[in-house]
């Protein structure tokens, strides 16, 4: 572990990546001609624990908590991170320290939040698809609310809880129609996607959640999309939702509570940085006069830019027309380019002299197959074999969306504090990744001369 002179460890709470790194949080910044985190050194993480790596860095989870929760606290919104986006248990457990609860979406996900620390009354339980074990796992918990999104489902709720003694507390994922305007595979809040109740039959499915003996309606949900850029469709979307409940509550029905989803954008390129101001006022516009108990699911917010994978140079491949940088870290590792062609800025872990030419590669991994690309022609410092490069603003959906393709085992994860740093997934065995198939009965029997079953037949007709 390399020690840094500066001893004091600031928290950042302001959005100011003032480390100039693209997509980066400014926990992260350039020191003696190398890339660290807080006070550790990067290559010193990869002589530990090899490379591809995680490196996650604890006082930019925390800033970025506390940027967000304090913004809320005036309107009294509870912060319940969305795991998606990075379930390691030990980032949930640092945003539970502070105060975060969680937000679910199956029920390996609630045991995970409830292993890490996240009292069962602040989780919610999203999701298009909950089965019948999930309701039940979710009401034995005794979460806060399960957040159903179809008329089936709030059946199959009811069902359970009577089943089970119990009444459930819910509330109606709505879907409002409203365009979030970002990638078509992460919006989620248009009539045409499979998300929520439409808007115009929420007031009736309100009605009957209200009247069901196992039910105990609390309210609505909605979510509109991931890496929303513009605060326009959190305002269009929260609006219609306001406007819900004053039709509900003149029919009534009382209504508590409101989440308002996740879904705040964070800098990978050029984007803006995000208004969390802006998306406090928002929220203050639309809904906080309801007098309901407010609820945000972020996700990418609170870990984007506090996580990096670092990658080594494997090979430099000059062909006629392109450079190929090819790296150790695949599309399994990170797939979000192959997936959402998402940008994600790569740095040398060694600082480029000042003036240093940049010339365009293509950055792949080594997995047999195109879409295994990380950047096409992107202007890049000369890198050589052997040295460490960083994918930048990877703390979001990189390991949580990772897979074991091609047989490449999971990579590990780090958590760095000041000048310490903790293995918090230690990388997976290959032995491990094998032991998990087991070979047909039948095989054995294959495995006997050729005729010996014939042969055992025959004696015994
Ligand atoms: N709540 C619900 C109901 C969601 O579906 C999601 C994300 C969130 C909260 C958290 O959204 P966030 O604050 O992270 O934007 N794998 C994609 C992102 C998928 C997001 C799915 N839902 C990516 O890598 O861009």
Known sequence: MVRSASAVREVPRQNEPTSGLPGLDRAFAYRGGVLTVEDVDLTAVAAAVGTPAYVYSEAALVGRYRLLADALAPLGAMVCYALKANSNQAVIATFARSGAGADVVSEGEMRRALAAGVPADRVVFAGVGKTRDELRAALAAGIMQVNVESEPELELLDAVAREMGRTAAVALRVNPDVDARTHAKISTGRKENKFGIDIALASAAAARAHALPGIAFKGFACHIGSQLTELAPFREAFARVAELVRTVRAQGIPVEHLDLGGGLGVRYGNEPLADVAGYAQAIRDTVAGLGCRLVVEPGRFLVAEAGLLLARVVYVKQGESRRFVIVDAAMNDLVRPAM????????????????????????????????????????????????????????????????????????????????????????QAIETLLALDRLPPWHDEAQKPPGAANAARAQSS
């Open 340 to 427: 959402y062609d998402a940008f994600h800025a790569v740095l040398p872990v060694r600082e480029p002299p000042q003036g240093t030419t940049m010339a365009p590669v293509d950055l792949v991994g080594p997995i047999c197959e195109s879409s295994d690309t990380f950047a096409r022609d992107r202007p890049m410092q000369e890198v050589s074999p052997g040295e460490l490069v960083v994918f930048c603003t990877a703390g979001a959906y990189g390991a949580a969306m990772s897979s074991t393709y091609n047989s490449r085992p999971l990579v590990p994860e780090v958590l760095v504090r000041g000048d310490r740093f903790a293995v918090v997934r230690p990388r």
